[in-house]
T-cell receptor, first 109, second 115 residues
Framework: AQRVTQPEKLLSVFKGAPVELKCNYSYSGSPELFWYVQYSRQRLQLLLRHISRESIKGFTADLNKGETSFHLKKPFAQEEDSAMYYCALSSYNFNKFYFGSGTKLNVKP | DTGVSQDPRHKITKRGQNVTFRCDPISEHNRLYWYRQTLGQGPEFLTYFQNEAQLEKSRLLSDRFSAERPKGSFSTLEIQRTEQGDSAMYLC?????????????FGSGTRLTVV
């Protein structure tokens, strides 16, 4: 069965500290993985996708098929990074996403 | 076209009443999706349209739920005989036909409260 697990509901770090938001998945096929972000009072928006191997706002994520993980990382957190982050797994035809329950990142000054 | 629009933003209804939500996707997006999000959870897939055809429905979409996209543009989601368990944020999203691997564009959602 397809499942996305984000073990941390809340992650608090100080500004300038490294951040790692954990995501583990289970999927019977070849996964397509994404991170979505929701800032306060804003809509859910795509942050990055593993297939493009991009870095957005200093965030990166590496797909580790052996550990079935797709952790989101940033070397130096900023206060404006405070938001809700959702890891998502797409079906092979991108017809639907399976979302994790989200991690709230709080970056303290 | 500034994105995916959902109406209303908030809806409070009494248990047993019917409610209907509307979603206007980005005009060139031919795929439209409905998700439901309850407190403390990520969005859960409800259903998906490609143009006017409803191609997939989740088991979450009981027979009290019906979604339509009559002309392949806007979509409606109707919940009949609402129950308190239907209280949630209902999210609509759309995607470009050949770039679905770029993810969705989400609307702001309709928050339903059943009292």
């Amino acid at each position: 069965a397809q499942r996305v697990t984000q073990p941390e509901k809340l992650l608090s770090v100080f500004k300038g500290a490294p951040v790692e938001l954990k995501c583990n998945y289970s999927y019977s096929g070849s996964p397509e993985l994404f991170w979505y972000v929701q800032y306060s009072r804003q809509r859910l928006q795509l942050l990055l996708r593993h297939i493009s191997r991009e870095s957005i706002k200093g965030f990166t994520a590496d797909l580790n098929k052996g550990e079935t993980s797709f952790h989101l990382k940033k070397p130096f957190a900023q206060e404006e990074d405070s938001a809700m982050y959702y890891c998502a797994l797409s079906s092979y035809n991108f017809n639907k996403f399976y979302f994790g329950s989200g991690t709230k990142l709080n970056v303290k000054p | 076209d500034t994105g995916v629009s959902q109406d209303p933003r908030h809806k409070i209804t009494k248990r047993g009443q019917n409610v209907t939500f509307r979603c206007d996707p980005i005009s060139e997006h031919n795929r439209l999706y409905w998700y439901r999000q309850t407190l403390g959870q990520g969005p859960e897939f409800l259903t998906y349209f490609q143009n006017e055809a409803q191609l997939e429905k989740s088991r979450l979409l009981s027979d009290r739920f019906s979604a339509e996209r009559p002309k392949g543009s806007f979509s409606t989601l109707e919940i009949q005989r609402t129950e308190q368990g239907d209280s949630a944020m209902y999210l609509c999203a759309s995607s470009f036909p050949d770039k679905t691997n770029y993810g969705y564009t989400f609307g702001s959602g309709t928050r339903l409260t059943v009292v």
